[in-house]
């Protein structure tokens, strides 16, 4: 039996929550969120090589992955694999990257079933961005 970190009442170090006051993981000294979170310690120009990221803070804001090679929900870096990203070089469903292959993108050259392109594209409804400037 530990105390609760928020109530101080005496609790089971298995229990999800505080039946006093609620807060979840209430036996560890401190806890910031739910999900999974690994982040090298290795840097490059004060980014880690790795950010794996799938994990949201207790208020609920999810914990966007940034780094060299970021992979999540959420992503930001040179190398992406996300959900949503936003890279040099990104495999998303939803993304703005230089190199991109996408559900629905916006890059310098792509390969996506929706985008928008600069150089390079290919794709279903996949259109270059000077040709959408010509309609308007």
């Known amino acids: 039996m ?3 970190r928020e109530c101080q009442h005496e609790i089971s ?3 999800m929550a505080c039946p006093q006051c609620g807060v979840p993981f209430p036996a560890r000294a401190k806890w910031n969120g739910w999900g999974f979170e ?10 880690p090589w790795l950010h794996i990221s ?13 780094g060299i090679f970021a992979i999540g929900q959420f992503a930001c870096g040179i190398f992406t694999l996300s959900q949503f990203g936003v890279g040099v070089i990104s495999v ?7 190199y991109a292959i996408a559900q629905f993108a916006v890059a310098y050259s792509l390969i996506a079933q929706m985008g928008i ?12 961005i000077t040709e959408l400037l010509k309609i308007l």
């Open 13 to 15: 170090e298995q229990a």
């Open 117 to 128: 392109y600069v150089q390079e594209g290919h794709g279903q409804l996949v259109k270059n």
């Open 38 to 47: 690994y982040k090298s310690k290795a840097t490059l120009f004060g980014l």
């Open 54 to 66: 799938f994990k949201y803070r207790p208020s609920r804001r999810p914990v966007p992955a940034k």
């Open 92 to 98: 998303s469903q939803f993304t703005i990257a230089g």
């Open 2 to 4: 530990k105390p609760c």
